[in-house]
């Protein structure tokens, strides 16, 4: 690749005239050695599961495998089409589209790591509803993965994008930023409102901690990914108006380390704090294990 | 840079619920069954760490099942693989692990073929799908499944690897990271050779006819698993 910041990614493109997207399709050919064709119908073929799992999350019995969620993503829909939304439709399609598509990951269904299993509705829930809103064809979706999975790079090899290694922000804020820079780039903004997209979204994430009940990817995994992904819609409104990040995104990514590095390991995935040791966590954990038992 | 492309933020294409839990344990499973090289008829399994914690709400039994049937990571016949193994007819067995382990998402894997053939394996799941395993019939070893792994068993003797690798330059192959492992000196050991490209038949068979050399097993993650749909139709067709 030929960017190691967001700064540097943005000037590439401008120095190429091509969006995030295309560069990182440039960029992914040469580093794999395989044609750029073949490069898009791998990604292509991904939003297609994306968009299965959407579908999937809204019609299918989601219940997990411990019981302990499922069918929030339609009870989701089902208000937003029977009631007035405090969000409005859009974004609550949104909303119910990642909580759908997290739900079918918590219930063994398929899904596509973005960057995880722990964070994978919110780039399927901003994309595939921005999709309906604007009538974008799926080339243009799958463009715009190749921006976000551009975003995601600069922040994985600075940063991090494990819950184990990084907490919740490190996952779920990373997700949020990626796809805040994508539909920032699909609403017609520059690379650069794009990248002030990911460093606002990013700043709203900073110190959020990996606490999952019993460790399962559930709660609060699964309704993170659902306000996820109404905040990657708020931080690229916010970058398209001309909203910018004054700490540049380069360094919001920088305090994502830092603040991740001296997160006390019971906050890192390890169900040792947070909402696991709560009084009601630590009980839906031995439930679970009585229940395993038996 | 620890991610290298697209594909390590966009991907990959898994049954859920985690990537390290789920994916990655079928990947150890499916590593191991190219290493033993057949469906295994009984199969041991050892959780440890947040595996033996979690491992029936991440179906990571289901998942390291799924991996022995043969099935990517992204197969939706994973949640049911438990039962698609034992209507295979493999006895498969689940328990906690006790001891050490080396990664809290640790798995052992004692697996034996309709023939005969054991494998013994140690397989740690590092995140994001990613594993490494690090532990073969006894031997230690250290390689992750991202490229292919040629597994070479020999006596402990002068010019052995020589020998290997001269035969993988005449093939053209990269070797991207090379270990060795032995029982003793002079005694049987084992070299695990990661390869930046496929190794084609004709050379596992030159390599298995060096001096000294006991046999190679080969993993290829990556590469096309045909053998297990047939087997899956046939025990299928069975019922």
Redesign the interface.
């Known amino acids: 690749?030929n960017f190691?910041t967001l700064k540097e990614l943005s000037e590439r493109c401008r120095e190429s005239g091509l969006s995030i997207g295309r560069l990182?399709l440039q960029q992914?050919a040469k580093?794999?050695g395989r044609e750029e064709a073949a490069?898009f119908a791998?990604?292509k073929?991904?939003y297609g599961?994306m968009k299965d799992a959407v579908h999937n999350g809204l019609t299918r019995d989601t219940t997990?495998?411990?019981g302990l969620t499922g069918l929030d993503a339609q009870r989701v829909a089902a208000y937003n089409e029977s009631s007035e939304p405090s969000l409005g439709g859009d974004a609550g399609r949104a909303m119910a589209y990642a909580l759908a598509v997290s739900e079918?990951?918590?219930?063994?269904?398929?899904?596509?790591?973005?960057?995880?299993?722990?964070s994978?509705g919110i780039?399927p829930g901003v994309f595939v509803s921005s999709q309906e809103r604007f009538g974008w064809d799926d080339d243009i979706m799958t463009e715009a993965?190749?921006a976000?999975?551009?975003i995601?790079?600069v922040i994985?090899?600075n940063s991090f994008?494990?819950g184990?290694?990084g907490g919740c922000q490190a996952e779920v804020g990373s997700a949020i930023g990626?796809a805040a820079g994508a539909l920032a780039e699909l609403r017609g903004g520059t690379p650069e409102q794009a990248v002030h997209a990911v460093g606002l979204a990013l700043k709203n994430t900073l110190g959020l901690i990996c606490d999952p009940v019993?460790?399962?990817?559930?709660i609060p995994c699964i309704v993170r990914n659902g306000f996820g992904a109404v905040t990657a819609l708020a931080a690229a409104d916010m970058a398209l108006a001309g909203v910018r990040s004054v700490i540049p995104s380069d360094e919001v990514v920088q305090v994502m380390l830092e603040v991740g590095a001296a997160m006390p390991e019971k906050h890192r995935e390890?169900a040792g704090g947070g909402l696991a040791q709560t009084p009601t966590g630590k009980k839906l954990m031995e439930d679970?294990r009585k229940k395993?038992r038996r | 840079m620890r991610f290298k492309d697209v594909f390590s933020i966009i991907g990959p294409s898994m049954v859920g619920p985690s990537s390290s839990h789920t994916a990655g344990a079928a990947r150890i499973g499916l590593a191991a069954r190219r290493l033993l090289g057949a469906m295994p008829e009984t199969a041991r399994v050892s959780f440890f760490g947040s595996f033996a914690a979690t491992y029936q709400g991440h179906g990571t039994d289901t998942a390291v099942a799924g991996g022995l049937l043969g099935m990517r990571t992204d197969d939706p016949r994973l949640p049911d693989a438990v039962e698609l193994a034992e209507e295979a007819g493999m006895d498969l067995t689940f328990r906690e692990g006790k001891g050490l382990f080396p990664h809290p998402n640790t798995v052992r894997l004692d697996l034996q073929a309709a023939d005969g053939r054991k494998l013994s394996l140690l397989g740690t799941s590092i995140g994001g799908g990613n594993v490494e395993i690090v532990e073969v019939n006894g031997f230690a070893v250290k390689f992750g499944c991202s490229c292919p792994a040629l597994l070479v068993r020999h006596r402990d003797q002068p010019g052995v690897i020589a020998g290997l690798t001269a035969a993988l330059e005449e093939a053209g192959l990269n070797i991207a990271g090379l270990s060795l492992s032995r029982m003793e000196r002079q005694g049987e050991a084992l070299a695990v050779v990661e390869l930046d490209g496929e190794a084609a038949v004709t050379l596992l068979e030159r390599v298995r006819r060096l001096p000294h050399v006991l046999g190679t097993d080969y993993v290829d993650l990556n590469g096309e698993e045909e053998e297990m749909a047939d087997e899956l139709s046939d025990a299928e067709g069975a019922q």
């Open positions: 690749m190691r990182m992914q580093e794999s490069e791998t990604m073929e991904y599961i997990s495998r411990s079918v990951n918590a219930s063994m269904g398929r899904i596509v790591a973005t960057p995880t299993a722990g994978c780039i993965l190749f976000a999975g551009a995601g790079y994985a090899n994008v494990s184990a290694e990626m019993g460790g399962l990817v559930e390890t679970l395993k």
